[in-house]
Structure formats: structure tokens, C-alpha cells
């Protein structure tokens, strides 16, 4: 599952494969000796129509190595925004890059967060830097399907899916891996979590910037632990909000059993609040009964998709952002209770997907597929993915299966030499007896993030005490692999993305950090941001 947040001593000598890079700026890889020369400083200028970013955005491009143990080889071009700082000149402190998660996100559109009341005093100080990642947007774009048979709907998502239909979803996923290899071809292992950390050091360097100021939400706190791991002498001050669990162990696999319990506890929390609520939406006084209501409604739409366009598996993706956001929880108890009583129309206009977003939707996917498959370590043998999945799905049944469903490519992620090429890139488990070695089914361990004492500036870590996609443990456990970093958590809350959002505790933590380097006591604690108000929509006078 995606772990995108909704705004709203190992030091630098990691593994012998991985990439050193001296003051000078120059990248050069351990494995073969050659060195990478720094970019060019970017040159910005107008936008590109496609980014639909108004004036006062400037946009540029950086040119990367594809394969940084090959650095003169085959070169890609990353697209980068930038707003500059409004401060004077005493104030400015350089650029502040932000990457919002994922994998498969951009954060072209960063440099329009200058202009809202609670970035303010951050953008007098920073130029706002965003950019597209490897494989995402125009940043040599990485797709796997063809985007309108990936987005066809309605869908299903049974709650307790059959022999038949397991089945099915295998063989979708097999296609998809097979489509990622036909049209990737060889790039296909550079589409990782190190990659995108080297990346990222290209870009503090054709920023011009000595050092880096960074701020990473979700997925974007995992590869910025790793440029941490990388290029600890290169870190500046760093934010990680919403922190993905970096133990080797977990990636990604296990984390992605871990968020199906974070987000059954967020499901609940949910239907709490609408029991709570009882007198607005009418749809139950124990969360037992709202759920119930919801699953009743689920189990309708799996037999009769609403409007031809809303199954099941389109309710589910709708309602999953309860779990991401608080925001979300009126208006989708607004829709589920305008539809038990009668009237469909709330619910068919939230439940259907926005059109025009397939391409983008497929590239965001292609590029989270790819990421995460290259990444870890996946089990081949789909015995083991039921059994998981099963046991998981028996206290987690909410998104259990689903989150199965969108990782489960990895089990037929092509297979590759010890060397790193693609043994054979049609050549996948073809049933469930085929189990590869742990080391067969991606093309990099992962990386074992953590920093010597001493090595790495204090950095911000923020956590959500009750959030779903990223669990809480993942922060206490980035804040045990890099020491001098301290942890602020909003204690009853579950929104994913906590800084620059409602609770101002927090707030003036990121800001003070970002500011003037000062970071909290290593455990600080936020109290819990407003719970929504309910909402209705009004009834039209006949």
C-alpha cells in the first residue's frame, strides 16, 4: 500500500556496491572505481505547459546517471521546481527540497505550499524546491500497463476472496510484472530507494547547495534515511514526518503486514467517531453497527456496481482515505448514510475516480511496483503470501487483501544475476511450488540505515501516534538507528502527514528546526489535533 502522505558505524561506508561522495561533489562508485562529475548548476525557467504550475514557479532539469556504478553510461533527466525564498537577503538560508512519499509521487507543486499562511516564515527563509523522482511525471517515465486496462472499473474487492478469484489477481499481477520488464527492459533495477538517494545528492549539488535541508513525509522518510546513511557528511537539517519503519527486515514486505493492523486500528477509529455521531448520520451507536453498515454496503455494490462505475473495490479505495486523513471522515459518513437511506448521488460522486488521471495514476503505480519489488526482499512462493494474508485478513480485514493485491507483482519481479542483469525477464514463478532463494527476487538488499554517533546534525522526526500507513514504530525505530535525533509525536491522532497541518504544536516544532537547527528533547509530545465536526449536506428546498 502506498504510503503517501495527503497534505495536505556504517556512516557513508554502507556496502561495497553503494555510493561515496566526496566534498568535492563528485559521486563516484565503490564498485567500479569511476567517477560521476557533479551536474551543472540547474538553470530555471518557465514551466513546461504539462506541469500546470503558474508564474512565479520556476521549473528546471537535472540530468543523473541511469546506473551509478556506470556513471558515463546511460544518462536520465529528472524535472525540478523551484519557488524562491521571499525573505531578504540576511534571511535566506538556501533550499529546502521536499519529496511527499509513496513511491510514484512528485513534488512538482511544492513551491505553491510559499504562499500559504503556515509555510510563510518557512518560505522567507527557503527557496521551496520540488522535483519528479526517477520514473515519475516526465522524469523518464516509467509505466507497466497499458493506463486505460489499469484503471478499468468497477472492480471487485471481496472481503473474503475465493480459490477462483486469488487466482485471478495472481495471474494480473504476473502480467504486470512481466509489462514493467517488457517496457522498462534492463533500467528496470535502477528503480530504487538507494537510486533515489543518489539522486537526491545530484540535486543538492546542482541546487549549488553545500550541504542539504531536506524534509521527506512517508515514503519520503525511508529514502532520506538512506541518503542519511549515504551522505551523512552532505546533511544539513532533515525533517521525516510520517516515518516508514527502515529495519532491513521490513522492507517491504512485513511492512506492508504492519500497515494492514495500522489501518484496521484507524477503521475503527472511524467508525467510533460516526457511533459518536449517531444522531447526524443515523448509521449506528456502536462502531460494530457502522461497520456493519458499511460492509452491507460494500457486499451490494460487489453485486451491483452503483452507476456501472462504483464496485466494491472502487468503494474500498474511497474509504481507505478515512484512514490517511481525518479530514475525509464526514464527508465519507455523509456519503454512506445518504446512500443507506436512499440517494446514491454522494456516494457515486466520491466513490468514482476523477477522470483524466489514468496515465498518471499507472506511472504513480508502475514506479511504487518497481521501487518496492527492487527494494526488498518478497517471497516467491504465493503459499506464503495466502498464509500471511490469510492470518493477517482474520484481524485486520479491512485492507488486508487489497494491500496484498497491489504488492503482489513482487512475487513474479523478474530475476536477476549476481552481477545485477536480468537473468531472464519473461522467466517468473509459474506456480505456487516455485520458491526462489531470499536473495533471487530483487535486485538490491536493502539498506541497513543507521549513522555512527556524531556522524549525521541533528535531525526532526515526526510521528502520528495512531497512523495507519506508517505505525508508530517505525519512528521510534529511525530515531534508534540515527543517534541525536528527536521524535515528536501527536499523542490520539492518526493523520498521515503531521507537520504544517492543524495541530500548531507541531508546527512550531518543524518551524523552529527548519529555522534556527534546534531540535526538541529526544521524546517530545504533541497533544492530539480537533476531531471533525460532523457534516451534512443541507436538503434542497422542493
Excluded at 540576511?90 to 512538482?108: C, D, I, T
Excluded at 472511524?270 to 451507536?285: C, D, I, P
Excluded at 504544517?500 to 512550531?508: D, R
Excluded at 523552529?512 to 521524546?523: E, F, H, N, Q, S
Aim: aromatic share 8%; net charge positive.
Amino acid at each position: 500500500m502506498k504510503a503517501v502522505a495527503l497534505y495536505g558505524t556504517l556512516g557513508s561506508l554502507v556496502l561495497t556496491a553503494l555510493v561515496a561522495v566526496p566534498a568535492d561533489g563528485t559521486a563516484r562508485s565503490a564498485a567500479a572505481g569511476t567517477p560521476a562529475p557533479a551536474p551543472p548548476r540547474i538553470a530555471f525557467g518557465h514551466c513546461a505547459p504539462e506541469e500546470h504550475l503558474p508564474a512565479g514557479v520556476e521549473c528546471g532539469r537535472l540530468t543523473v546517471p541511469l546506473d551509478y556504478a556506470r556513471p558515463a553510461d546511460k544518462k536520465i533527466t529528472l524535472t525540478v521546481s523551484r519557488a524562491r525564498a521571499t525573505g531578504s537577503a540576511k534571511e535566506r538560508q538556501g533550499a529546502l527540497v521536499f519529496n511527499p512519499g509513496g513511491p510514484g509521487a512528485s513534488s512538482m507543486n511544492f513551491p505553491l505550499y510559499a504562499k500559504v499562511d503556515r509555510w510563510r516564515r518557512t518560505a522567507r527563509a527557503y527557496d521551496f524546491i520540488g522535483y519528479a523522482p526517477r520514473g515519475v511525471g516526465r522524469s523518464a517515465p516509467l509505466t507497466c500497463q497499458d493506463p486505460a486496462k489499469f484503471a478499468k472499473i468497477p472492480s471487485e474487492s471481496p472481503r473474503h476472496p475465493s480459490k477462483a478469484f486469488k487466482r485471478g489477481k495472481a495471474a494480473e499481477a504476473k502480467a504486470y510484472a512481466q509489462g514493467c520488464a517488457r517496457n522498462a527492459g534492463p533500467a528496470l533495477r535502477h528503480y530504487t530507494s538507494a537510486n533515489n538517494a543518489r539522486d537526491l545528492d545530484m540535486l543538492r549539488a546542482g541546487l549549488g547547495e553545500k550541504k542539504l535541508t531536506y524534509m521527506g513525509a512517508s515514503y519520503g522518510t525511508y529514502f532520506g534515511a538512506v541518503y542519511a546513511t549515504l551522505f551523512p557528511g552532505h546533511v544539513r537539517r532533515m525533517v521525516f514526518d510520517s516515518v516508514v519503519n527502515p529495519d532491513p527486515r521490513q522492507v517491504w514486505y512485513r511492512n506492508n503486514l504492519d500497515q494492514n493492523i495500522g489501518f484496521e486500528r484507524r477503521w475503527q477509529d472511524w467508525g467510533r467517531w460516526v457511533a459518536k455521531h449517531h444522531k447526524v448520520y443515523h448509521l449506528g451507536t456502536t462502531p460494530q453497527a457502522v461497520l456493519r453498515a458499511y460492509e452491507n454496503v460494500r457486499e451490494r455494490l460487489h453485486r451491483r456496481p452503483l452507476g456501472g462505475k462504483v464496485g466494491s473495490a472502487q468503494l474500498q479505495a474511497a474509504f481507505l482515505k478515512t484512514g490517511y486523513n481525518d479530514a475525509y471522515w464526514p464527508v465519507r459518513a455523509a456519503a454512506l448514510a445518504t446512500y443507506v437511506k436512499g440517494d446514491p448521488k454522494l456516494l457515486l460522486k466520491q466513490a468514482t475516480p476523477a477522470p483524466g488521471g489514468e496515465k498518471a495514476d499507472e506511472n504513480g503505480n508502475a514506479v511504487y511496483t518497481a521501487v518496492e519489488c527492487n527494494d526488498g526482499l518478497w517471497p516467491r512462493d504465493l503459499r506464503v503470501w495466502d498464509r500471511d494474508n490469510t492470518a493477517s485478513a482474520r484481524v485486520a480485514p479491512f485492507e488486508t487483501w487489497d494491500n496484498a493485491w497491489m504488492n503482489l507483482p513482487c512475487a513474479f519481479w523478474p530475476r536477476y544475476s549476481p552481477r545485477g542483469a536480468v537473468q531472464d525477464p519473461t522467466r517468473y514463478a509459474e506456480d505456487v511450488t516455485d520458491v526462489a532463494l531470499p536473495q533471487a527476487g530483487a535486485p538490491h538488499r536493502p539498506v541497513d540505515v543507521r549513522t555512527a554517533p556524531g556522524a549525521l546534525p541533528p535531525v526532526l522526526l515526526l510521528a502520528a501516534e495512531r497512523d495507519g500507513a506508517t505505525p508508530h514504530s517505525g519512528a521510534v525505530e529511525l530515531r534508534r538507528r540515527l543517534p541525536g535525533a528527536s521524535l515528536v509525536t501527536e499523542r490520539g491522532a492518526g493523520t498521515h502527514g503531521v507537520s504544517f497541518g492543524t495541530n500548531a504544536c507541531a508546527n512550531q516544532h518543524v518551524e523552529r528546526y527548519l529555522l534556527t537547527g534546534r531540535t526538541p528533547a529526544r521524546d517530545t509530545f504533541c497533544g492530539p489535533r480537533a476531531e471533525p465536526k460532523p457534516v451534512m449536506p443541507a436538503k434542497k428546498r422542493k
